[in-house]
């Protein structure tokens, strides 16, 4: 389990660099755009549609990161007002809700992309199916990804490490003038 472990890390990390590099060449894509339109008045109709393909490559491929590392979204009130043994369990819950979510990014996006692949997105010259592959991949990290935090935690490895429920240090009472 350590082995699929350190290598599910390494593409969290792969993961984080390309969405990361893909936040930078969009905002490129996005000014070159902008310099074309204003300055040079002839916008060229690629960098509209390649902004958005690459944004939403980053836009998935940082959501996968944030399930594996515990920073997505989460209803956590209850876990402030339950018992701490009940933690465990209600992450498992929401770690099952992600797995789910992602099989259904994979089946769906399959069926997108094998349903638009005979297009052709005119602005680049790809396959339609080309606009649905960020989706299936985002599924298929974020499956990988929810379902490595639900063997580890059974293992026993602390993966709901939470700093908002950690002890808070006390802190010295300001003095007035």
């Known amino acids: 389990m350590q082995r699929v472990s350190a290598a599910l890390s390494r593409v969290c990390d792969g993961a984080l660099y390309l969405a990361g590099i893909g936040l930078v060449a969009m905002t490129a894509l996005v000014a070159y755009q902008v310099f074309s339109r204003f300055v040079l008045n002839a916008s060229p109709s690629w960098t509209e549609t390649s902004a958005i393909m690459v944004m939403s490559w980053f836009i998935f491929l940082g959501a996968a990161v944030g399930v594996r590392e515990n920073f997505h979204m989460g209803f956590d009130v209850l876990l402030y007002v339950l018992p701490k043994g009940s933690k465990g369990a209600l992450r498992t819950i929401s770690d099952l809700v992600a797995f789910a ?34 989706l299936t991949v985002g599924g298929v990290l974020i499956s990988l990804f929810s379902l490595e935090r639900m063997l580890l935690r059974w293992a026993g490895v602390d993966v709901d490490k939470d700093i908002n429920l950690e002890a808070v240090p006390e802190m010295p009472a300001v003095q007035e003038a």
Do not use: E, R
């Open 101 to 134: 979510f992602g099989i259904g990014m994979v089946w769906y996006g399959m069926k997108l992309v094998a349903l638009t692949w005979h297009s052709t997105i005119p602005a680049l010259g790809l396959p339609g199916g080309f606009d649905y592959l960020p």
